[in-house]
């Protein structure tokens, strides 16, 4: 187990050696002369010929990217907005956790409504409600979450007046983005749940089971279950990466101070050392919820343990279904 | 031996004494027969055919250009001149809507053929090739993948600025990895089924192999990513031009509209309900259709 | 007759779909003394596993239907139960042991449990009573009782189907159903679970349906042999009178396609043709398209049963008409 997490951990590395050198690619590609950014249009061609050499823009580019990662590690230097002049990481990290915490919140309640309304569709499949329960749920992932705070907005703080439509000063004010994330990846659980339900349903442990004289109550809860919790838990990484994309464009909808705000105010800005930093920092944030999540399946899944104990090669029990663009 | 009669029996006599005959039954006949039966997915074709006769005769159906300004009929409610109302340039909201079902769905199909131009022509390569190809085109598939989709969109919007190719190479790489995880998934599933490793074992060769077998097979599938793709690329359209990383105005693309229209949320909701509600329409459709689509293919997925 | 345990009578069980309707089990009846052991054998899709699928009142749902007939346990019409009188029924009077043990046990729970999840469920006692009896049960069937902790996948197929087996006897039946318990294992360890299957079934004097297509098996286990064909019984008797004097010749030519020891044989001979489809049954004899003794009558009508003696019966045309000639 321990050996898995050190191996897990050492794929990181690579992943995220990768990252750097997209972001920094581009940075590369940026247009403009950040050294004459930063000075303004009135400085003079020498000032900015000494800041560029300050910044080490005139180095090869190999080099430049070198300095990049070595500041990175040594320092936790992701680089300086143009508009404040203070370091991006210094900036973004409060704001990080206003993000996590709807984020969070948002991933809770989704997974939660998601899975219970996959168990009640599995179990009533193919009736009204089943078919319901997946129109619904297939509507609010695929209208755009903007949207849906749109409509939101107008319902519950233009006419009812119940809701801020901006900031989060309140704790009201972290409902509807929580609720807007939240509902955009309902219906990813829901699907999922609702199909490894329905498979999971189909084994024959539970015939088994039933053939014990085991109730249908128990026989879902005790057994079918975990059994099918494994897909789900597995899908939690894409799904997070998603709400962590939509929580981008929320966050700007509803005035929320959040990661996803900062990036979006410095692009429309041209701050580009704090979209890329931000960039850098949300992947990294993300990579490693995803290993922890990975981590987390051993626990639900003794078969998993097994293969990883013995060295075996990470593979799922069931096969994993390829799951829809999106 | 002698029949049990149930009701069941009736019913089904019935049904085929009422069919005429029994007629051909190919892989794509099956699949349309399928797809038949499944009324949501016939809503959303029917809508998706309605939004591409718009598309194609907008300059019929809008009353206005969609740039056209008229300073004497400003922000005015839904009448009968103006069905939409008009926003605060007086342009026609109607108008603009239905141009904007051109050029959302253009950009959505242009951005769709881009990402399986790119990451789907990958992901066959990956599937088919196997091996150190296979393994060196998904790692590097999973480094762009650990920065979420439309986070990398709009990073290369910024980097390249606003506007229509911008937009869609921004869709086009930030789609790249889960295109070729899909594309790469349908072709690893044919690739791994009993029926190839059976001609393979016959002798069958190779091209005959991709042209006769994976290909058919792997084919719906691929259809269904690219419906599916097509709503993705909408609605990752729609919210980037909405918070203004994406298409650049007077473009009357319906995210952009919205854009125009978040000023007056309070004064005048209308200038936004519309627009939204094409986005709403239009993206379901696409999901219903390609969730038809799904089932009809792959009957196994449901 | 009042030591029955088993009474089945004019069982009908049909699989309705929206396209077809497949007639399983068509009118067939049996019964089984206590402490006896009946064989049922025949091919693939012959309707041997919807008959015991039938009787645990386990047919796949919405699909599977009891058009007709009647399933008697010890007296009591198992149709009349409701659901909840049924779960009491199945596994504390009669148990059933899956063809497949590979997918026959949930993966997440240990085995101990699962065997003690059936005490528990139909015997007062405790949690740690339920454990140690498990305990006892998986020494009984041969596996070392400490590893009541281990996973499913840790054990081999010959175990699990031990396992399987002790679940299904934990609570000391009076019916077993066995359904193909050793088609999925291995030629060796396939005589010794019949071995302990026997053993076990003696010493608790429960009562077997052993289904099989290995003839072999039913010659060793059993007391009665029933043949099934196309959803029908179409022999019955001890099995002596059925292997030494074959009446049907769907039961003859089962025989003859047996490679036999004791005569050189230069090539097997096999029943002609495929199995008939149930779905599109004939209105005469359903044997008649593959019957090598067929005569007119088989394509017109539906022969009856005609007893060969007390306990041997034949449904057959050509049977009756000898036994007019005579």
């Not at chain 1, 919140?105 to 319901?132: E, H, P, R």
């Not at chain 2, 004064?267 to 709403?280: E, K, N, T, V, W």
């Not at chain 3, 009474?7 to 497949?22: F, S």
């Not at chain 3, 148990?95 to 065997?115: E, H, R, W, Y």
Request: with cysteine.
């Amino acid at each position: 187990m321990f050996k898995y997490i050190i191996k897990r951990i050492l794929y990181l590395i690579p992943i995220l050696f990768g990252v750097t050198i997209i972001i920094f690619a581009l940075k590369t590609f940026t247009p403009g002369d950040p050294a004459r950014q930063i000075l303004g249009n009135s400085a003079s061609e020498e000032q900015v010929q000494e800041k560029r050499e300050e910044l080490g823009l005139n180095d090869p580019v190999v080099t430049q990217y070198f300095h990049y990662i070595k500041d990175i590690v040594t320092k936790g230097d992701f680089g300086d907005s143009y508009r404040t002049g203070k370091p991006v990481l210094q900036e973004i990290l409060p704001r990080l956790a206003t993000s996590a915490k709807i984020t969070l919140g948002a991933v809770i309640m989704g997974a939660l409504i998601g899975v219970l309304l996959g168990i009640i569709s599995a179990l009533k499949k193919y009736t009204v409600v089943d078919s319901g329960v997946l129109v619904v749920s297939m509507f609010f992932q695929s209208v755009p979450e903007f949207v849906i705070a749109l409509v939101l907005i107008m319902v519950f703080a233009v006419n009812l007046h119940i809701l801020p439509a901006n900031g989060i000063d309140t704790w009201q004010g972290y409902i509807m983005p929580m609720l807007c994330i939240g509902l955009a990846s309902v219906a990813s659980y829901t699907r999922i749940t609702r199909s490894s339900m329905l498979e999971v349903l189909g084994e024959d442990y539970i015939r088994t089971a039933r053939a014990k004289g085991q109730s249908e109550k128990n026989i879902t809860q005790h057994h079918a279950l975990r059994n099918a919790m494994i897909p789900v838990a597995q899908s939690v990484g894409t799904s997070l990466g998603n709400s962590i994309g939509g929580g981008m464009v929320l966050e700007t909808v509803f005035g929320v101070p959040g990661v996803g705000k900062y990036i979006v105010d410095a692009i429309t800005q041209r701050n580009y050392p704090s979209v890329l930093g931000g960039a850098l920092i949300i992947a990294m944030v993300l990579t490693i919820i995803n290993l922890l999540v990975d981590i987390s399946f051993v626990m639900i899944d003794p078969r998993l343990k097994t293969t990883i104990i013995s060295g075996g090669a990470k593979k799922t029990p069931r096969k994993q279904k390829s799951l829809k663009a999106a | 031996m002698a029949k049990m009669h149930t009701p069941a029996m009736e019913k089904i006599e019935k049904r085929n004494a009422k069919r005429k005959k029994p007629v051909k039954s190919t892989p794509a006949y099956e699949s349309w027969k399928r797809f038949k039966r499944n009324p949501t997915a016939l809503l959303g074709l029917a809508v998706v055919c309605i939004l591409i006769l718009i598309a194609i005769f907008a300059p019929l159906i809008a009353p206005y250009g969609y740039q056209t300004q008229d300073y004497s009929a400003m922000m005015q409610a839904p009448s009968s001149a103006h069905f939409f109302g008009t926003d605060q340039f007086g342009r026609d909201i109607f108008s603009r809507v239905i141009y904007g079902a051109r050029y959302s769905l253009i950009i959505a199909l242009f951005c769709t053929i881009a990402a399986f131009f790119s990451g789907g022509l990958l992901g066959i390569i990956a599937g088919y090739c196997g091996g150190i190809v296979d393994t060196l085109i998904m790692r590097v598939m999973d480094i762009f993948q650990s920065i979420p989709m439309i986070m990398m969109a709009m990073c290369i919007v910024a980097v390249l600025g606003n506007g229509i190719p911008q937009l869609v190479a921004a869709i086009m790489f930030a789609s790249m990895p889960t295109m070729a995880r899909n594309n790469r998934a349908a072709i690893l599933r044919v690739r791994g089924s009993d029926y190839i490793e059976s001609s393979e074992a016959i002798g069958v060769n190779q091209v005959q192999m991709i042209i006769k077998h994976m290909i058919p097979n792997a084919v719906g599938v691929m259809i269904i990513y690219f419906v599916g793709f097509l709503a993705v690329s909408i609605m990752m359209m729609s919210s980037m031009s909405y918070i203004g990383v994406g298409l650049a105005a007077p473009t009357p693309e319906w995210g952009l509209i919205l854009n125009d229209g978040k000023a007056y949320l309070t004064s005048a909701p209308y200038m936004m309900l519309f627009p939204a509600m094409m986005i709403m329409i239009t993206c379901f459709a696409f999901n219903l259709m390609g969730d038809g689509l799904r089932d009809a293919f792959d009957p196994r997925l449901k | 007759m009042s030591t029955n345990i088993l009474n089945v009578k004019d069982l009908v069980i049909h699989y309705e779909t929206d396209e077809e309707v497949v007639e399983a089990v068509n009118n067939i009846s049996f019964e089984i003394k206590k402490g006896e052991v009946l064989g049922l054998v025949g091919e693939t899709g012959a309707g041997k596993t919807t008959t015991a699928l039938g009787i645990m009142g386990l047919l796949p749902d919405k699909v599977g239907h009891v058009i007709q007939g009647s399933v008697e346990l010890e007296g009591e019409n198992l149709f009349d139960k409701s659901a909840r009188e049924m779960r009491k029924v199945r596994g504390k009077k009669i148990s059933m042991i899956f063809q497949d043990p590979m997918t026959a046990l949930n993966p997440v729970k240990p085995v101990g449990d699962q065997i003690a999840e059936v005490i528990l469920l139909h015997d007062r006692c405790s949690k740690a009573e339920a454990l140690q009896r498990a305990q006892k049960m998986l020494a009984m069937v041969g596996i070392v009782p400490e590893r009541y902790k281990d996973y499913p996948h840790q054990f081999s197929g010959g175990m699990k189907q031990r396992i399987v087996i002790a679940i299904a006897l934990a609570c000391e039946p009076e019916l077993l159903i066995a359904d193909e318990p050793t088609t999925a294992l291995d030629v060796t360890i396939q005589a010794q679970i019949l071995d302990m299957m026997r053993s076990l079934q003696q010493k608790q004097g429960t009562s077997m349906i052993l289904i099989t297509h290995d003839l072999g098996v039913v010659a060793e286990m059993c007391d009665h042999c029933a043949v099934m064909y196309a959803g029908e019984l179409v022999e019955y008797g001890t099995v002596e009178e059925v292997f030494d004097h074959p009446k049907h010749p769907y039961t003859k030519a089962l025989y003859q396609s047996i490679p036999s020891l004791d005569k050189d044989v230069k090539r097997l001979r096999v029943v002609p043709g495929m199995v008939t489809d149930p779905s599109k049954l004939p209105c005469c004899c359903s044997f008649a398209d593959r019957c090598t003794e067929k005569c007119e009558q088989c394509e017109s009508g539906d022969p009856r049963i005609v007893n060969v003696n007390e306990e041997h019966w034949v449904k057959c045309f050509n049977y009756r008409a000898e036994k007019e000639e005579k």
